[in-house]
C-alpha cells in the first residue's frame, strides 16, 4: 500500500510563506517524478510544479520566481517553498508522484491534499 501525505499547510497573510511537505510510504521500488497541484472550488486542478528524480523542474506561469519545488530522495519526500503569497494562491494543495513497486509499469499516486488560505 503506497500513501502520500502532505502537511505544512494553513493560514498566511499576504506576502508570507509556507512550506509545504509531502511523503510517500509504502512498499515502493522507485519514484520517478513528482509534483504539486492546486485546486479552488469549481475548478479544474491545476498544476503548480513538478520536479523529476534527477532534479529537473517546472513551473506555472503564474508561481514562477515565488515558489520553488524541491525533493530528498532519500527520504521520497517532495517540497514546496512558497514566497510572497497571494489571496489567488489561496486552494487545497496536492502532492502526486510516479512511481513503482516492483520493476516495470509506473503509476500515479495522490495525496489528500493540503488546505491553504492567504488572506488579504
Known amino acids: 500500500q503506497v500513501q502520500l501525505v502532505e502537511s505544512g499547510g494553513g493560514l498566511v497573510q499576504y506576502g508570507g510563506s509556507l512550506r509545504l511537505s509531502c511523503a510517500a510510504s509504502g512498499n515502493i521500488f522507485r519514484i520517478y517524478d513528482m509534483g504539486w497541484y492546486r485546486q479552488t472550488p469549481g475548478k479544474q486542478r491545476e498544476l503548480v510544479a513538478t520536479?523529476?528524480?534527477?532534479?529537473?523542474?517546472h513551473y506555472a506561469d503564474s508561481v514562477k520566481g515565488r515558489f520553488t519545488i524541491s525533493r530528498e530522495n532519500a527520504k521520497n519526500t517532495v517540497y514546496l517553498q512558497m514566497d510572497s503569497l497571494k489571496p489567488e494562491d489561496t486552494a487545497v494543495y496536492y502532492c502526486n508522484a510516479r512511481l513503482n513497486v516492483q520493476p516495470g509499469y509506473a503509476n500515479w499516486y495522490w495525496g489528500q491534499g493540503t488546505q491553504v488560505t492567504v488572506s488579504s
Open positions: 520536479i523529476t528524480s534527477s532534479g529537473s523542474t
